[in-house]
């Protein structure tokens, strides 16, 4: 079993996002996607990139992905990475495609003098957590996350 993670390339435009609609359809929520694949490739290939994708592979069949952006830590003076979605299809769990994302990350972090890899989880996903566990992921459980989005960003932004 040969596993291998690698960063996306534009060719893979179609299957980053087709890992996107999996995830969704995993996370019950597809009705929220209103991502196109036009979206992904101008996201994570036009040209001033603000997010990037990695790629899992067993066997060389694409299995996975991670898609992630830069972050910045004011208390710590610098960057580090945001994963914003990690996906193994289901007949390949439990075969190291997660971890192998996750250490080219890691590595990242450590090559550039990152301060930090973050990633939030739905609380229901157990199997995920249990991954995140076994790396030595702490939970941050005094932080909540908030979020703006539509009529109530727009009329902030309006203010």
Not at 72 to 99: K, M, Q, Y
Request: with cysteine.
């Amino acid at each position: 079993m040969a596993l291998t993670a690698r960063a996306a390339a534009s060719q893979d435009t179609a299957l980053v996002h087709g890992f996107i609609l999996a995830l969704a359809e995993y996370e019950k929520l597809s009705h929220a996607v209103a991502a196109t694949e036009a979206d992904t490739a101008a996201a994570l290939f036009g040209p001033n990139p603000r997010a990037f994708a990695g790629i899992a592979e067993l066997d060389g069949r694409p299995v996975g992905f991670s898609l992630w952006f830069y972050t910045f830590s004011t208390f710590a003076g610098r960057h580090g990475i945001w994963l914003e979605d990690l996906f193994v299809v289901p007949e390949a769990r439990g075969r190291g495609a997660a971890r192998a994302l996750m250490r080219s990350l890691a590595r990242r972090c450590v090559d550039e003098g990152l301060a930090r890899l973050e990633w939030a989880v739905l609380d229901w996903n157990a199997p995920a957590i249990a991954v995140y566990d076994r790396l030595g992921a702490a939970a941050l459980d005094d932080w909540t996350i908030r979020r703006l989005t539509g009529p109530a960003l727009e009329a902030l932004a309006g203010a």
